[in-house]
T-cell receptor, first 115, second 111 residues
Framework: ETGVTQTPRHLVMGMTNKKSLKCEQH?????MYWYKQSAKKPLELMFV???????ENNSVPSRFSPECPNSSHLFLHLHTLQPEDSALYLC??????????????FGPGTRLTVL | SQKIEQNSEALNIQEGKTATLTCNYT??????LQWYRQDPGRGPVFLLL?????KEKRKERLKVTFDTTLKQSLFHITASQPADSATYLC??????????FGKGTTLSVSS
């Protein structure tokens, strides 16, 4: 497979469930990102990892917990979510975070619905 | 306060015409500006990047301009086709920080 893949593509969970989103990139990139996209809102950056180290956490509630075991894989662990957390969760990667001018490659997203 | 605005939420044009989308920003100093296309239920796809010292960039039917004095970027699609219908996102790229995305403009091209 090429590019950035995400699983699952759709997820419905109750507020007390624990689930995980998975992202994998086959591009040899060093930086990976989690974004949240809600209707009528711009993409919201959640977390950034560069060379497996977390470099940004945009005041994301602790019910979202990222994990980056290596440069190719990124997880988002979900626990005790709220209905307002329902959104499209997008993973992206780029060559690295330094210098700017790096295009980002996005996965297809996970459509999350919290009941 | 810092703002990034894309001129309209929706733009409807006829096939063959040129679509012009606007991205304005305040209180940012981007070194680059990027444009992405997003289809419903899919992730954004990178289209073009323009540097602050470049006035214009072209790629096939796409043209982007970047005016750092006006704090504005224009995105043009010439000879538009129904397949160009999608949401287009601009993103400010300040070196060393994360991309800042606009809300997007949804373009509909009718035949």
């Amino acid at each position: 497979e090429t590019g950035v893949t995400q699983t699952p593509r759709h997820l419905v969970m109750g507020m007390t469930n624990k689930k995980s989103l998975k992202c994998e990139q086959h591009l040899g990139h060093n930086a990976m990102y989690w974004y949240k996209q809600s209707a009528k809102k711009p993409l919201e950056l959640m977390f950034v990892y560069n060379f497996k180290e977390q470099t940004e956490n945009n005041s994301v509630p602790s019910r979202f917990s990222p994990e980056c075991p290596n440069s190719s894989h990124l997880f988002l662990h979900l626990h005790t979510l709220q209905p307002e957390d329902s959104a499209l969760y997008l993973c992206a990667s780029s060559q690295d975070r330094s210098g700017g001018g790096n295009e980002q490659f996005f996965g297809p997203g996970t459509r999350l619905t919290v009941l | 306060s810092q703002k990034i605005e894309q001129n309209s939420e929706a733009l409807n044009i006829q096939e063959g015409k040129t679509a012009t989308l606007t991205c304005n920003y305040t209180n940012y100093s981007p070194a680059y500006l990027q444009w992405y296309r997003q289809d419903p239920g899919r992730g954004p796809v990178f289209l073009l990047l323009i540097r602050e010292n470049e006035k214009e960039k072209r790629k096939e039917r796409l043209k982007v301009t970047f005016d750092t004095t006006l704090k504005q970027s224009l995105f043009h699609i010439t000879a538009s086709q129904p397949a160009d219908s999608a949401t287009y996102l601009c993103a400010l790229d300040q070196a060393g920080t994360a991309l800042i995305f606009g809300k997007g403009t949804t373009l509909s091209v009718s035949s």
